[in-house]
């Protein structure tokens, strides 16, 4: 349920955030620290009578082609797998679900709760649940027409998250949280005006409670607010309506151009395709640079200093991991890392710390041996949501998609996304994107049977494995890069190669500062560049992103992911330094 949980300047944008201990009394789950419940025996039937049947939603849903719920104590998604189902049945729209909730179940009491609803919805959330960091989540359910975001941690800072969104984007709020006596940050004046101020006429807010202290803080904050009688031991709920008549949200746009055809391209046009949008993508070919890499590795490139930059590291693999899940060019194979050059024991020991246990795992040298196929000698880490990923064909899978057009023709005016890589220079220069060669080689590699990664990779390909990739801060005769990547594949596997069997070549985009550019260039440009090597994840988070702002929904990202990626961060460092990309010597090879 929700908590206030005293967020600071000094708390780290990342964590991990422990399960709630539940447990359960038949078909009821209990908050053993709370004691209190989640929902009672009959959950469905108890979301109907508190929370949707008041507000009216049966009738309402199908009166916008979005619909928009917040939720203040996600819980076990009970309230959120019973709406979802409503909705499916009553409009041929759209669901957006906003929850916030301090302390998500683990997956084991999700799928419980599932098991008894018995509801489509509640099962396929519990088998794509995120990992327990904090900040915002987001899934998409139901072949997309219900979109999940979740936000994990001190709700308050979640909610003032979405204060750059438009006001009145909220239809509904289900306030479900512990009494209040338990978690009054629920029920606060802050937390009703914070509420409000995402509301607009005709918002309503539903819960449960129906205490003096609640009544009082969502009147206060500009609700109408009534009892509703219920039946058994709880005799009334509440209900609350902004005044007024709604009004009638922004239509989607017509179109939506996107240039380059690149993963970064490629993700934001199945994300605004999978919104109803219609894309048009230009370049000149699918994958035709960096984003063609034959064989790639999604896995986590982690931080462990809970700063911005490891909220987004670890948001954009774990959201990666699920986006790609059953696209083409995509093998699910796990990943093991070992210590390299960049990433001694102590540090790799460390990132242990950063993603919860469903998502990374200590592993001996035995098991790390028997999981790879291949003689490991150092403890590592294992990944179990790593994956072997060939850039072109996943590109081709991500704008398989009946609103997303290729189109080789000249770029046209309204609403256009710049993804085009290093090119996006020609356009706009103070972003400092530049390019940066890499190469991976091919090699006879016998048994290896899943990505391991120390000083470089080394990927399977059947009896084959592509190992790489440089970094050519100038670039270096091919045969220099094959020698290069011939010396990783030794110190990976333990034995000198054969001849390469071929070379994938290609120049990745990156920023001075070596973190992507996300976000609004202009009114109706936006901008995804400077991936880097971050790319096979940060593209697909990125492509969320840029849709969602695109749209009028709230970001994928917190408030400091959003800043540490802003399109005008360069000016300021450019009256600094005109020229970083001069200031850098080329590395030792």
Not at 167 to 178: H, K, M, P, Q, R
Not at 367 to 390: K, M, Q, V, W
Not at 418 to 426: K, P, Q, R, T
């Amino acid at each position: 349920m929700f908590e206030q949980c005293g967020v600071t300047d000094k708390t780290p944008v990342h964590r991990i955030l422990e399960p709630p201990a539940l447990r359960w009394e038949e078909r009821r789950p209990v908050s053993v620290h709370e004691g209190d419940i989640y929902h009672d025996v009959e959950g469905r039937a108890e979301a109907l009578r508190t929370f949707i049947g008041p507000a009216r939603l049966d009738e309402r849903f199908g009166s916008v082609p979005v619909f928009t719920i917040g939720e203040l104590g996600f819980g076990t998604g009970l309230n959120f797998a019973v709406a979802a189902e409503r909705f499916l049945r009553r409009s041929g729209g759209r669901l957006h679900y906003i929850a916030f909730e301090h302390a998500l179940p683990c997956a084991r009491d999700i799928a419980r709760a599932a098991g008894f609803s018995g509801l489509p919805v509640h099962r396929e959330l519990s088998g794509i649940l995120p990992p327990r960091i904090s900040g915002w989540h987001r899934r998409r359910l139901a072949g997309g027409r219900i979109s999940l975001s979740l936000y994990l941690g001190d709700a308050f800072a979640g909610l003032s998250d979405l204060g750059s969104t438009p006001s009145g984007t909220i239809d509904a709020w289900f306030l479900d949280g512990f009494a209040p006596p338990r978690s009054p940050g629920i029920w606060s004046p802050r937390t009703c005006a914070a509420i409000a101020g995402l509301s607009g006429p005709g918002t309503t807010v539903t819960t449960y409670s129906a205490a003096g202290i609640v009544k009082r803080a969502l009147a206060n904050a500009g609700f109408e607010v009534s009892r509703i009688r219920q039946h058994g031991p709880k005799r009334h709920s509440v209900l609350g309506v902004v005044p007024g008549d709604p009004v009638p949200p922004a239509p989607l746009p017509r179109e939506v151009s996107v240039v380059g055809a690149g993963l970064a391209g490629c993700s934001v046009a199945r994300a605004l395709a999978e919104r109803g949008v219609p894309v048009r993508v230009h370049d000149a070919a699918i994958a035709h640079g960096a984003s063609a890499i034959p064989g790639a590795v999604l896995h986590a490139r982690l931080l462990s200093d809970g700063s911005a930059a490891a909220s987004l590291r670890a948001h954009a693999y774990a959201y990666a991991a699920w986006f790609y899940s059953g696209c083409g060019g995509v093998a699910s194979t796990g990943a093991i890392q070992l210590p390299g050059p960049n990433t001694g024991a102590d540090r790799l020991h460390a990132l242990g710390e950063v993603l919860p246990s469903e998502w990374i795992e200590r592993m001996s040298p035995r098991d790390a041996t028997e999981l790879a196929g291949i003689d490991i000698a150092e403890s590592g880490l294992y990944f179990p949501h790593g994956a072997a990923i060939d850039g072109a064909a996943l590109c081709r899978s991500l704008l398989d998609h009946p609103r997303i057009r290729f189109a080789s023709d000249p770029l046209r005016g309204g609403i256009r996304v710049l993804a085009n890589g290093c090119a996006i220079a020609e356009s706009l220069p103070e972003l400092e994107v530049a390019p940066l060669m890499g190469q991976v080689d091919r090699f006879d590699a016998g048994r290896l049977l899943l990505p391991v990664l120390a000083d470089g990779y080394a990927r399977p390909a059947g009896e084959s494995c592509w190992v790489g990739a440089t970094y050519e801060y100038r670039p270096w005769p091919a045969a220099e890069a094959t020698a290069a990547n011939a010396e990783r594949f030794r110190k990976l596997l333990g034995r000198a190669p054969g001849a390469s069997r071929g070379f994938f070549r290609g120049n990745r985009a990156v920023t001075s500062d070596r973190t992507p550019v996300i976000g609004r260039a202009g009114p109706e440009i936006h901008v995804s560049a400077g991936h880097g090597s971050l790319g096979v994840a940060s593209a697909a988070l990125a492509g969320e992103w840029i849709a969602s702002l695109i749209c009028g929904e709230c970001p994928p990202v917190s408030r400091e992911v959003e800043a540490l990626c802003r399109v005008d961060r360069f000016r300021e460092r450019q009256e600094r330094r005109p020229n970083p990309f001069a200031e850098r010597s080329p590395p030792e090879r």
